[in-house]
């Protein structure tokens, strides 16, 4: 996938650039694979914000992905790839023997025209969908299940993917785009390849009404308030935050604190944590 840019017309489209879209195959969702997306907009069940900077927004419909796996042994033909307003990667409308329809996360390197299947063990090619005992080591890997049947979990937003590094008894050991490497249930399904739309982290927004289209409310930085409205505010001119750390408008620490429970169920099946 590449990255579009535009003349620079006028300050913000200088800045501005957006995915190239000229590879998707169809502009209009199948629309049986749909239904409405009721969205809370930042607030909870009492109505109050419990969410900040969270509002607005195009409205959307929900597409519903299935995976290849709930039908295997049946081959599945890529009839479109399409956007999808509610996910960083594409997707792809997929048609079974039996005749009918889904939507799939896409690839990187997707055609339309090309047949995938899913089955306990099967071709080691691009979009093939079996599970982890069966995956050689060292493959690149998306769309990962964490509980046997549950459907994909893991390594699933643009340009991601995770590998293989081994197997040992039941598990196999998977090293996870943040440099995690945990341990998986080898009965678990997952696809070969890298998620669609790699370029996704480099495109620049380059204007503020663009974050409000999707569905993002301003920002303002704790330092500009005043003492009451938050911890970083007050003082003369240009400050810094004045603190060892930085604060929440509550006082609790952010940026960078550590947010996992102590003593997790999980934690036996980290083998080596994120950076």
Known sequence: MAIKLYKPTTHSRRKMSVTDYSVLTKKRPEKSLTKPLKRSFGRD????ISVRHKGGGAK?????ISSIDEKLQQKAKITALEYDPNRSSFIALVEFEDQTKAYILAW????????????????????NRMRLENIPTGIAIFDIEIHPGQGGKL???AGNQATIMAKEGSYVQIKMPSGEIRKINRKCFASIGQTSNATHSMVRIGKAGRKRHMGVR??????????????HGGGE???PIG??????PWGKHANGVKTRKKHKYSDKLIVKRRK
Do not use: F, W
């Open 237 to 239: 001119g240009v400050n």
């Open 243 to 248: 603190l060892k750390y930085p604060k929440t």
């Open 60 to 64: 959307r419909r929900y597409r519903i």
């Open 45 to 48: 069940y009492t109505g109050q």
């Open 218 to 231: 301003p920002t303002v930085r704790g330092k500009a308030m005043h003492p009451d409205a938050h911890p």
């Open 108 to 127: 990187e390197g997707i055609k339309v025209g090309e047949e995938i299947i899913a089955d306990e063990k099967c071709e080691v090619q691009i979009g």
């Open 155 to 157: 390594v699933k937003s």
